[in-house]
């Protein structure tokens, strides 16, 4: 059995041989944040807005301290509060639901897709209706671009414009990653990221982003970054937060954003690859037409009747990770069981959570590890 032993622990996420890859570039890119000491709004703070907005195509970018913090003043900005329904996934990272929350709004969870895992269109029209079934006003949708690949956004958009809500797109997981060629960023009102280091494009501590191509948005949001400051920084005109990004967060953007395209690239052959191996076995995250993926995770659903403690269990004695992303749905865990689900339930996100397992996905990982990886989900699915 030791025989087939990875000789090294396998990573789930590699962000060393990144680092390695990188190395100098980052060390000289923090050594001139040293040097010239402006720590907060520093010139590398600007420079990786401009950079961010030419790679994904978006007219405005606003650098913040985090993806949750980027739903957050979207959501502050177009003054969504008490009385307002927001419909999001229930299938995500609580981030979504949460800052919905936070407003005093009421976060309206709908199901998802069994094959791409994304927001359900037909859930979200009645999540509408459940809505105001209760009284709320709808105000908003957070779509989420689940592991990296990006949800049907005509569809979505299509029935947003009807019911009079603005798409405030959750792409924490997925910049990077396109829609009908359109980059992720581009669509809807404005468009949420996340910099943690295990994103796609991640930094060395807590990142993010608001994509916008709104003008008067994105000058609230510069606003709401710096406590509501107005024209005179000691006038402050509306409530805000602490959320800008460090300079030392954005030196380092940079470096890692000018090998993003060919990580992207990476990305991609190591799915396409896990999918061509595990298909006959286990369902793999569909990508649907027009959609493309940058793989923040790559996650399977196990026939049903494996014990999923058991393959996990199997897989980790041959040295490799894997993670379940999310083994409760929002509207199962217990800060948010009372908020209101979408009429006709959430089988489908339920059944996820039940099923679900992702696997070790980076730009890093060789042809011998993923060799190694679908022969052991192989035998645990068949023992
Ligand atoms: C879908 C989704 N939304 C929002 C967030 C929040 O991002 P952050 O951790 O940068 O606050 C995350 C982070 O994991 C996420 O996966």
Not at 192 to 207: E, I
Not at 239 to 244: F, I, Q, S, V, Y
Not at 294 to 315: C, H, K, M, N, S
Request: net charge negative.
């Amino acid at each position: 059995m030791n025989q087939h032993l990875h000789p090294q622990p396998i990573p789930f996420i590699d962000v060393g041989a990144q680092r390695q890859r990188l190395g100098k570039k980052i060390d000289e890119a923090v050594s001139r944040v040293l040097a010239h000491c402006q720590f907060i709004n520093g010139p590398e703070v600007t420079e990786l807005e401009a950079a961010l907005a030419s790679f994904s195509g978006a007219k405005h970018v606003v650098s913040c301290a985090s993806g949750t913090d980027a739903l957050l003043m979207v959501l502050m900005a177009k003054g969504v509060g008490p009385g307002d329904a927001v419909i999001c996934p229930s299938f995500t990272f609580c981030a979504t639901g949460e800052t919905v929350a936070l407003t005093g709004a009421t976060p309206v969870f709908v199901d998802v897709d069994a094959e791409t895992f994304n927001m359900d269109a037909a859930s979200l029209v009645c999540g509408i209706a459940t809505a105001k079934r209760l009284g709320l006003a709808p105000k908003a949708v957070i779509p989420v671009d689940l592991f990296g690949q990006s949800a049907d956004h005509d569809a979505i958009g299509a029935i947003a414009q009807e019911a009079g809500l603005f798409v405030l797109d959750d792409a924490a997981q997925s910049f990077g990653a396109s829609y009908k060629g359109r980059r992720l960023g581009t669509v809807g009102l404005a468009t949420a990221t996340s910099f943690f280091p295990a994103k796609p494009l991640g930094c060395f501590g807590d990142g993010g982003a608001i994509l916008t191509d709104d003008a008067e948005l994105a000058e609230r949001l510069r606003s709401i970054r710096v406590h509501g400051q107005g024209s005179d920084k000691y006038d402050n005109v509306r409530l805000g937060l602490t959320a800008r990004l460090d300079t030392l967060q954005a030196a380092i953007l940079i470096e890692k954003l000018k090998i993003f395209e060919d990580e992207i690239a990476a990305r991609n052959r190591v799915a396409e690859r896990y999918s061509r191996g595990l298909g006959n076995v286990v369902k793999v995250q569909r990508l649907a037409p027009g959609c493309t993926s940058v793989w923040a995770q790559y996650t399977i659903r196990l026939p049903e009747g494996t014990d999923r403690d058991a393959f996990a269990a199997a897989l980790k004695a041959q040295g490799i990770p894997t993670a379940i992303y999310y083994p409760k749905s929002m509207h199962q865990q217990t800060a948010y069981q009372h908020f209101p689900v979408a009429d006709g339930g959430l089988p489908v996100s339920e059944s996820l959570s039940a099923d679900v397992i992702s696997l070790p996905m980076h730009a890093y990982l060789d042809e011998d590890t993923e060799d190694l990886i679908i022969a052991a989900v192989h035998g645990a699915v068949s023992t």
